[in-house]
């Protein structure tokens, strides 16, 4: 069976930091884009960060840009989100999906999601 699967999320106080890790089952990611988006109560699905299938010219929507690194390894079957410098607005439901490119390309495979909470 195809299945992407989150994990690494958590509760954090703002400043912290967390590494989120999206793996493969079923078929391997090396061949696929891999995008990272969140979702909050009452706001729409945005996507956060993308990573090629090689692993170049990463992705980042302005609001992460400097604070989150994503990042693959290929022979884990494995995608990183690696989270700075959390705000309370980084607070959403984040998932992981898999597309044939970063630009103009559909995400066939998602995960489930894992709950990332900053708050004092």
């Known amino acids: 069976q195809l299945q992407l699967q989150e994990s690494g999320g958590g509760l954090v106080q703002p400043g912290g930091s967390l590494r989120l890790s999206c793996a493969a089952s079923?078929?391997?990611?090396?061949?696929?884009?891999i995008g990272w988006f969140r979702q909050a109560p009452g706001k729409e699905r945005e996507e956060v960060s993308c990573i090629s299938n090689s692993g170049g010219s990463p992705k980042y929507v302005d609001s992460v840009k400097g604070r989150f690194t994503i990042s693959r390894d290929n022979a884990k079957n494995t995608v990183y989100l690696q989270m700075n410098s959390l705000k309370p607005e980084d607070t959403a439901v984040y998932y992981c999906?898999?597309?044939?490119?970063?630009?103009?390309?559909?995400?066939?495979?998602w995960g489930q999601g894992t709950q990332v909470t900053v708050s004092s």
């Open positions: 079923g078929f391997t990611l090396d061949v696929y884009a």
């Open positions: 999906a898999a597309a044939g490119g970063c630009s103009g390309y559909l995400y066939k495979y």
